[in-house]
């Protein structure tokens, strides 16, 4: 049972333009969702973050957008630059046995072609 | 340098054969977890420890031991490796149970044949 989906395997996006990475979840009790992003042959490096109470954070070129009753989030990254070329996942956070635990997305592979 | 470190990076071993797999973070953090990623199914998590002595299973945790003898490192032991084994696999920190953001460690890729 896939809790956090991300439907899009891939996305290519010319340099310049936005890109707009999509997640869905279904556990309404998820309280914090994140995303991460992964270049080959390294770890998954956080890059933003949105409380459930809020329905917009930026960061810089990244915007991530929560639509609670939709239970729908997703990443804007803009411009799109070559250094964005990376496979992106999201992550939803559940409070389970007093830990926060992480639920992950299967992720995407952003191009950004130049 | 604040990071999260494993070994070995790549790993080809054969049915049985017992191997461990070491993280070490060096951020004083409490909390740490084994993750494996497998396409089309993100990342799992394996067996986590919010403190030191204190493990607990993930949602994939069939297969692998875990141990948390000192707070900066976290091995995964595979007691009897199996082909459905073959992974790669992240270890992760964060400064506690309560933090949200964890850090990842570069990766480890497991073939077992």
């Known amino acids: 049972d896939q809790q956090v989906k991300q439907n899009s395997p891939s996305l290519s996006v010319q340099e310049g333009r936005i890109s707009i990475l999509n997640c869905d979840y279904t556990?309404?009790?998820?309280?914090?969702f994140l995303w991460y992003k992964k270049y080959p042959a390294e770890g998954p490096t956080f890059l933003i973050s949105i409380s459930s109470i809020k329905d917009k954070n930026e960061d810089g070129r990244f915007t991530v957008f929560l639509n609670k009753s939709a239970k729908h989030l997703s990443l804007h990254i803009v411009p799109s630059q070559p250094g964005d070329s990376a496979v992106y996942f999201c992550a939803a956070v559940l409070g389970i046995q007093g830990a926060q635990k992480l639920v992950f997305g299967q992720g995407t592979r952003l191009t950004i072609n130049p | 340098e604040a990071q999260v470190t494993q070994n070995p990076r790549y790993l080809i071993t054969v049915t049985g054969k017992k191997l461990t797999v070491t993280c070490s973070q060096n951020m004083n953090h409490e909390y740490m977890s084994w993750y494996r990623q497998d396409p089309g199914l993100g990342l799992r998590q394996i067996y986590y420890?919010?403190?030191?002595?204190?493990?607990d299973k993930g949602d994939v945790p069939e297969g692998y031991k875990v141990s948390r003898k000192e707070k900066r490192n976290f091995p995964l032991i595979l007691e009897s490796p199996s082909p459905n084994q073959t992974s790669l696999y992240f270890c992760?920190?964060?400064?506690?149970?309560?933090?949200?953001?964890?850090?990842f460690g570069p990766g480890t890729r497991l073939t077992v044949t």
């Open positions: 420890s919010m403190n030191v002595e204190v493990t």
């Open positions: 992760a920190s964060s400064l506690s149970k309560d933090s949200y953001e964890q850090y």
């Open positions: 556990n309404s009790m998820f309280d914090y």
